[in-house]
T-cell receptor, first 111, second 114 residues
């Protein structure tokens, strides 16, 4: 099963673009890459998911290189409310597949 | 909107007690999951269920069991609670299995075993 590695913490300022990279060297052919956001005292919340190349939604972009051994979550123009823990998740798509959560990156956005 | 609810936000139990954590989802999802979350360790999967009465072990099943008698309800059972089971417990559900489907999480139950 693929294991993920992320930076433990990152600091940023309001209005900046933030890029969080996740390493998953043993990712399998069927694995999708998913990112979740978690605020204190809440459950994680889905942000974005991708398989290869680039995916963009109203919240973030996800960049996945051709070898798929890493992925980068990009948050444009962060605000104080983006202060949270961000998890990279690599999971199998078949029925009953197991999921692996990374350690999480604690993002602190300062004014 | 999908709603996943957990029976308690905070729970305090004594060592050796039998503990039940309940989770209910309202979107007819096939899959349900129990995780625990500890500082520095992230989320770890305890058990998951892909159908009524079906269950699979996650990464840390020791000391836990689960029950899924109805599709919308997934229970986590600590047969004999121990202090090392003090943690935040998170329930989640997804439409289907695997990593390509979004998981919806409940608010969590913070369990303290004394």
């Amino acid at each position: 099963l693929a294991k993920t590695t992320q930076p433990i913490s990152m600091d940023s300022y309001e209005g900046q673009e933030v890029n969080i990279t996740c390493s998953h060297n043993n990712i399998a052919t069927n694995d999708y890459i998913t990112w979740y956001q978690q605020f204190p005292s809440q459950g994680p919340r889905f942000i974005i998911q991708g398989y290869k190349t680039k995916v963009t939604n109203e919240v973030a972009s996800l960049f996945i290189p051709a070898d798929r051994k890493s992925s980068t979550l990009s948050l444009p123009r962060v605000s104080l409310s983006d202060t949270a823990v961000y998890y990279c998740l690599v999971g199998e798509t078949y029925w009953g597949g197991k999921l692996i959560f990374g350690q999480g990156t604690e993002l602190s956005v300062k004014p | 909107d999908v709603k996943v609810t957990q029976s308690s936000r905070y729970l305090v139990k004594r060592t050796g007690e039998k503990v039940f954590l309940e989770c209910v989802q309202d979107m007819d999802h096939e899959n349900m999951f129990w995780y625990r979350q500890d500082p520095g360790l992230g989320l770890r999967l305890i058990y998951f269920s892909y159908d009524v009465k079906m269950k699979e072990k996650g990464d840390i099943p020791e000391g836990y069991s689960v029950s899924r008698e109805k599709k919308e309800r997934f229970s986590l059972i600590l047969e004999s609670a121990s202090t090392n089971q003090t943690s935040m417990y998170l329930c989640a559900s997804s439409l289907e299995g695997g990593g390509s489907y979004e998981q919806y999480f409940g608010p969590g139950t913070r369990l303290t075993v004394t």
